[in-house]
C-alpha cells in the first residue's frame, strides 16, 4: 500500500513562563492509504497537540517542528498559511469530539456544508446541495433534504456528529483525523458512528487517523496503533500485536486498568499504574515512564530511550530486550 | 447468604416534568422517571445502566430526597423518604458525582470540603475535625499534605477521592454514585473502582452505581437494572444479566460494549433509529421503533408488563408473556 501520510521527527514546543513545554516529541509515523491508524493515550499525554500539529491549526504560542510531514507528497512543513487553509477541509479533513462547539449555532447544516465545498471547488451552490444531500443520506441521515435548513440545536448529539462526518466529506478528502469522535456520546451511538466511519472509509478509501483514550474503540477500530505517553510514541504496532503481545510497561498497564466482562474477576482489583505523568517542561532526562514503571533500573535514566524497532513497523520505547519485556510481562501476570 | 434486608426501595416511583417548547405554545409533560419500582438490599450494588436521557439521574436525585416524586413511594429502611429529617437522610444516603471539577468549591481547602458535613452535622470541634479529615483522607489514599490545598492544586483522580471522602466522613449507609468514573483517565479510574470496592468491604457500604460503562457496572454490581425511557425494562442479577440478556434492548447494549479485542471489529447493534425524544415517546413499548424482535399490532399497542422470571430476574418485553407465546413466535422471537 502507498503511503499517505508521513510524518518524521515531529515536535510542538510551547514556551511558558517556566520555561518551554514539550507536549509532543520526535513523533515518527505514517498513515497508508485506506488505512486506520489510533493514537490512543491518556489526558496529557499530546495526543489532541498532535492532531492539531498535523493541521497546522496549533495555538498561537506553540512551534511545529521536525524533518518531515508529508501528506500524498505535498510538503506541509513548508505549506504557507494560505496553502494550507487550501489543504485543511479539502485533502484533509478534522472530526472534533464535541460537533456542537465545532458547527456554528447561527447557520443551517445545508449553509455550513455547501460552504466547505464552495471555499475548495468551483462548484455552483446547486451542486453544492446536491452533494450535501446525498451525503447527508450517506451517513444514514433520514430525510436529508429537509435537515438542510435545520441548525444544529435543532439535532441530537448522534445526529450533529454525523452532520460533522458528512460535512467533512464534502470535498472527499484523502485523510481525516478524528479527535475522540465518540466520546461525548451514548454507547449505543457510539458503536453506530464508529461503523459508519469504517464503511465511509472502505468506500471513498480515505486515511483515518483516530485520537482517543479508549482502548476498546483502538482494539475495534485500528489497523494499526500508536501508544503516546507523556509527548512520546511508547509503542507502535498492529492491533494485534499491540493488544496480544504488548511490549512497553505502560501499554500492559493500560490494558490491566480495565475491566473486560467475562475476563476480570468480578469484584476483585483492577490493575492500576501508580503514580502521576512527569512535567513535560524543560529538559526531560531518561525513560518518562521510569517514576511509575515497576521494572525500572539504572540503565533507564539519564540518556534518552529510543524505539526498539523488532518488526515491520513494531517497535517499543524500552531498555528491556524483547525477551526480558516478556519475561517482565509474566511477571507482572503472575502477581 | 443471611435474610436479605432492603435498605432503599422504590415502588411505582413517577417524576414528570413541565418542559415549554417555546414562548407561545403550551407547556409539554416530560416524564423523566415513570413507575420504577426497585429494591437495593443491604451490601448490595445496583448498577443503574441506560442512554441519556433515560432518567437515571433524576431517579437518583429522588433516591438522595432532593427531588420529591410526583407518584409512588421511596423508602429508606422502611420509612418514607420525604418524612426522614433532611439532616439526617443526608447522614445516612450521600452522593458522588461525575465531574470532580464541578463538585469541590474551588474557594475552599481541601480540610474545609471533607470537613463540611461535620460542621454541619455539628460534631465534634474543630480538633475531632482534623483528625477524622485525617483519618478520612489516609482512608481514600489521600496524603494529609493535600489538607490545605485548593481543589485546582489536585489532578482529577486525587479530587475525585477528595468527593468520596467526604460523601464517608459521615459513615452513611448508602451512597449513590452518578458516573464515578466517567470523567476519568482509565489508569485513574481502576484506582477508584478499586477504592470504592474497598471501602465498600470496609464500612459495609451500599452502593447504586448510575453508569453507562457496561464494563464498569459488570465488575463492581451485584445487580443491575436497565433503564430506557423512564421504566425498568430489565433488572436481574449482574450473571444473569450478562450471561443470559432478555430485553433486546439489553441485548443491545451489551452488544456495544467495545472490549479490547481487536479480531471482534465494531459490533453492528441494530438500533437502526435515533434514540426516542422522551417528551414524545412512541406509544406502548417505548423501545418498539428500535427493536430487532418488534410484533406490529401488538409492541405499538399494549404496553408490556413486568415479566418476573424462574431465576428471580425481571423483563418488560412481550417476548416473555405468555399470552402472547404464539405471536412471538411467529416473529422469530
Known sequence: MSVLLEVQDLNVDIPLSSGILHPVQKLTFHVDKGETLCIVGESGCGKSLTSLALMDLLPKRASRTGTKLELAGMNLLTASNREMSDIRGNRMGMIFQEPMSSLNPAFTIGNQMEEAMLRHRDVSRKEARERAIYLLEKVGITGARGRLGQYPHQLSGGLRQRVMIAMTLMCGPDLIIADEPTTALDVTIQAQILLLLKELQREFGMGLILITHDLGVVARMADRVCVMYAGQIVEQGTAEEVFGDPMHPYTRGLIDCIPVPGKTKRGEHLGSIPGMVPSLVGAFQGCHFRDRCPHAHDRCAPDPIHLNWIGEGRGYRCVLSPEETRRAGELEAAE | ?333
Open chain 2, 1 to 333: 447468604m443471611n435474610q436479605q434486608t432492603p435498605v432503599l426501595e422504590t415502588v411505582d416511583v413517577t417524576r414528570t416534568f413541565k418542559v415549554g417548547a417555546g414562548v407561545f405554545s403550551r407547556k409539554k409533560i416530560l416524564k423523566a422517571v415513570n413507575g420504577v419500582s426497585l429494591t437495593v438490599n443491604k451490601g448490595d450494588v445496583l448498577g443503574l445502566v441506560g442512554e441519556s436521557g433515560c432518567g437515571k439521574s433524576t431517579l437518583a436525585k429522588m433516591l438522595l430526597g432532593l427531588l420529591p416524586p410526583n407518584a409512588g413511594d421511596i423508602r429508606f429502611d422502611g420509612d418514607p423518604v420525604m418524612s426522614i429529617d433532611r439532616l439526617e437522610l443526608a447522614r445516612r444516603v450521600q452522593p458522588i458525582f461525575q465531574d470532580p471539577y464541578s463538585s469541590l468549591n474551588p474557594r475552599k481547602t481541601i480540610f474545609d470540603c471533607i470537613a463540611l458535613p461535620l460542621k454541619v452535622h455539628k460534631v465534634g470541634d474543630k480538633s475531632e475535625w482534623t483528625d477524622r479529615v485525617r483519618d478520612i483522607m489516609e482512608t481514600v489514599g489521600l496524603s494529609d499534605q493535600y489538607m490545605s490545598a485548593y481543589p485546582s492544586q489536585l489532578s482529577g483522580g486525587q479530587r475525585q477521592r477528595v468527593a468520596i471522602a467526604r460523601a464517608l466522613i459521615m459513615r452513611p449507609e448508602v451512597v449513590i454514585c452518578d458516573e464515578p468514573t466517567s470523567a476519568l483517565d482509565v489508569s485513574v479510574q481502576s484506582q477508584i473502582l478499586n477504592l470504592l470496592l474497598d471501602l465498600r468491604k470496609d464500612f459495609g457500604l451500599t452502593y447504586v452505581l448510575i453508569s453507562h460503562n457496561l464494563a464498569v457496572v459488570e465488575h463492581i454490581a451485584t445487580r443491575v437494572a436497565v433503564m430506557y425511557l423512564g421504566r425498568i425494562v430489565e433488572e436481574n442479577d449482574t450473571e444473569g444479566i450478562f450471561r443470559n440478556p432478555r430485553h433486546p434492548y439489553t441485548r443491545a447494549l451489551l452488544e456495544s460494549v467495545l472490549t479490547p479485542e481487536p479480531h471482534l471489529g465494531v459490533p453492528e447493534t441494530h438500533l437502526g433509529a435515533e434514540f426516542p425524544n422522551p417528551i414524545d415517546p412512541p406509544q406502548a413499548c417505548t423501545f418498539h421503533p428500535r427493536c430487532i424482535h418488534f410484533m406490529k399490532g401488538l409492541c405499538d399497542e399494549i404496553a408490556p408488563r413486568p415479566l418476573v422470571q424462574d431465576d428471580g430476574g425481571m423483563a418488560e418485553c412481550h417476548l416473555y408473556d405468555e399470552k402472547y407465546a404464539a405471536k412471538a413466535a411467529a416473529t422469530g422471537g
